[in-house]
């Protein structure tokens, strides 16, 4: 019974790289969220998709960052073009959102660690 | 603006003692709260969650009590363990009656220390 898959867990990328970062949501969970945590500083969301469509990415920055969560296969956050003030945690959070119901919180993941020199 | 505040950066508490960790919010169509439990290098996990129609919900050692007219809520440990010792965040969303809602805010979170 997997939970949440992130990978990598820690990623090192130099100024001007790209970085991806990588989400498998639990088995059965049809929706992913990304959430990002600087240093000292609680969690940020950034983005919610269901498969093939993106729902809500009113917390993404509107420049070099994307994300998406195709038909097969795990969710992807990408980054381009990195700077240092994009170093944090990032978490994914699955869950099988249901109408109408409460019962349906977020699982999240291990969360991936970028760190830019 | 921030919408989910929890004032306090941290606690500490005597082990056996009762934890009350507060949290407070402004937006009022907020209708479902969660906390969770974060440990160091690894992802938040679910605690206990409450929705705005209950003003409690308990499981075990964790209460959670509601207050809408104040937006306030708060998370009771009785009796405190040093394996309670963590950061906790208090998290919220309208994702109730939002059927496409599914982002939660969290706060900044409260770092607990249970002491032996």
């Known amino acids: 019974n997997a939970g949440v898959m992130q990978n990598p867990r820690h990623l090192v990328r130099r100024r001007g790289q790209e970085a991806r970062l990588r989400c498998s949501p639990m088995?059965?969970?049809?929706?992913v969220y990304w959430y990002r945590q600087l240093p000292e500083e609680g969690l940020k969301f950034m983005v919610y998709?269901?498969?093939?469509?993106?729902?809500?990415e009113s917390g993404m920055p509107k420049e070099r960052f994307s994300a998406e969560f195709p038909k097969e296969g795990p969710s992807i956050l990408r980054i381009q073009q990195v700077v240092r003030g994009d170093s944090a945690a990032y978490f994914c959070?699955?869950?099988?959102?249901?109408?109408?119901?409460?019962?349906?919180?977020?699982?999240f993941g291990p969360g991936t660690r970028l760190t830019v020199l | 603006d921030q919408q989910v505040k929890q004032n306090s950066p941290s606690l500490s508490v005597q082990e056996g003692r009762i934890s009350i960790l507060n949290c407070d919010y402004t937006?009022?169509?907020?209708?479902?709260f969660l906390w969770y439990k974060k440990y160091p290098a690894e992802g938040p996990t679910f605690l206990i969650s409450?929705?705005?129609?209950?003003d409690k919900n308990e499981d075990g050692r964790f209460t959670v009590f509601l207050n809408k007219s104040a937006k306030h809520l708060s998370l009771h440990i009785v009796p405190s363990q040093p394996g309670d010792s963590a950061v906790y965040f208090c998290?919220?969303?309208?994702?109730?009656?939002?059927?496409?809602?599914?982002?939660?805010?969290f706060g900044d979170g409260t770092t607990l220390t249970v002491k032996p």
């Open positions: 959070a699955s869950s099988s959102l249901s109408t109408g119901t409460a019962d349906n919180e977020q699982f």
């Open positions: 088995k059965g969970h049809s929706h």
């Open positions: 998709l269901q498969k093939e469509n993106i729902i809500d």
């Open positions: 937006n009022s169509m907020f209708d479902y």
């Open positions: 409450i929705s705005s129609i209950k």
């Open positions: 998290a919220a969303s309208d994702r109730f009656y939002n059927t496409n809602a599914g982002k939660s805010t």
